[in-house]
Nanobody
Framework: QVQVVESGGGLVQAGGSLTLSCAAS????????MGWYRQAPGKQRELVAT???????IYSGSAKGRFTISRDNAKKMVYLQMNSLKPEDTAVYYC???????????????WGQGTQVTVSS
């Protein structure tokens, strides 16, 4: 089995910072792209940032310049450093990972359970 587990959410004031972490565990051969998505109440889940296995990041427009995604391949972890947080960043943040479980299986899409980030004004 494969698990993807987020941590690090919480309550922060506007202008503050927060770092989210996500760990993948279980039967894993390789991890391709990893990323962070978020879903605010009444809205669709949206991309925040992704990062390739080689470390190349892609950011959404709202995240660019304020958030930094990084990963540690040895630890099977991905991080999201969020600075200059705004109330509109309030959402449940989900970790996503494209994981190949064995050398003969294809890549599958795994999601964490989500972690709440609340930014107060």
């Amino acid at each position: 089995q494969v698990q993807v587990v987020e941590s690090g959410g919480g309550l922060v004031q506007a202008g503050g910072s927060l770092t989210l972490s996500c760990a993948a565990s279980g039967t894993i051969f390789t991890i391709n792209a990893m990323g962070w998505y978020r879903q605010a109440p009444g809205k669709q889940r949206e991309l925040v940032a992704t990062i390739t296995s080689g470390g190349n990041p892609i950011y959404s427009g709202s995240a660019k310049g304020r958030f930094t995604i990084s990963r540690d391949n040895a630890k099977k972890m991905v991080y999201l450093q969020m600075n200059s947080l705004k109330p509109e960043d309030t959402a449940v943040y989900y970790c996503n990972a494209y994981i190949r479980k064995t050398v003969i299986t294809g890549t599958e899409d795994y999601w964490g359970q989500g972690t709440q980030v609340t930014v107060s004004s």
